[in-house]
């Protein structure tokens, strides 16, 4: 699909470019991380499901390859443009009113802390239409409701393209709730960030 000026319009007006995946959405990540400019004035925020109590040098990846400084949330971090963060395991990331995360500890959500959905629901709230969000593969149904809200509150929201997709169950679960303005493969996810 083409690209379209609305979209790229909405794209543009965003304040917050979020992104949500889990099992075969590591690698779509790391090109996105690397293809960010350094001039974006976004905030980033990633949800990536990760294994419970398994150190992972995903940052310092992440870090080495990125033009933007990158971060692993902590509590009461206040959110700053041009900034990358991740979402760290065992703990849901929320947003709050004064633009500061949140972690919080309680139970996992379709087997996973971080939830996307915890983080997606709770940037609706904050953020309203300001944000981009975009759900990449994974292999349950996490990030279909939180793309959901985002997009009641005005938000682009953008699914991977479940055939493009290494695990489409979790595009495919947000397409079928009708969360989801736009369903794009990965290379014109990445010509959009590009935009």
């Given at each position: 699909m083409d690209i379209?000026?609305?979209i790229r319009d909405r794209w543009h007006n965003s304040e917050i470019l979020l992104l949500g995946g889990s099992a075969g959405s590591f690698k779509l990540l790391f090109h996105i991380v690397k293809i960010l400019p350094a001039s974006l004035n976004k905030v980033v925020i990633i949800v990536m499901h990760r294994k419970k109590n398994f150190q992972s040098s995903i940052e310092k990846l992440f870090a080495e390859n990125s033009n933007m400084p990158i971060r692993e949330i902590c509590d009461k971090?206040?959110?700053?443009?041009?900034t990358i963060y991740i979402a760290p395991a065992n703990y849901h990331t929320l947003i709050e009113k004064e633009h500061s995360f949140a972690l919080d500890v309680s139970d996992a959500l379709w087997y996973s802390k971080?939830?996307?959905?915890v983080t997606f629901e709770s940037a609706a709230e904050i953020y309203n239409n300001r944000c981009t969000a975009i759900l990449f593969s994974?292999?349950?149904?996490?990030?279909a409701q939180?793309?959901?809200?985002?997009?009641n509150a005005g938000s682009l929201t953008i699914a991977q393209n479940p055939t493009d997709a290494e695990?489409?169950?979790?595009?495919?679960?947000?397409?079928s709730i009708n969360?989801?303005?736009?369903?794009?493969?990965?290379?014109d996810?990445?010509?959009?960030?590009?935009?």
């Open positions: 379209d000026q609305n971090d206040k959110i700053s443009k041009n971080p939830s996307i959905d994974g292999a349950n149904e996490d990030g939180g793309l959901l809200k985002l997009k695990m489409p169950e979790m595009p495919k679960k947000a397409i969360a989801t303005d736009y369903v794009l493969k990965s290379n996810i990445f010509v959009l960030l590009q935009n």
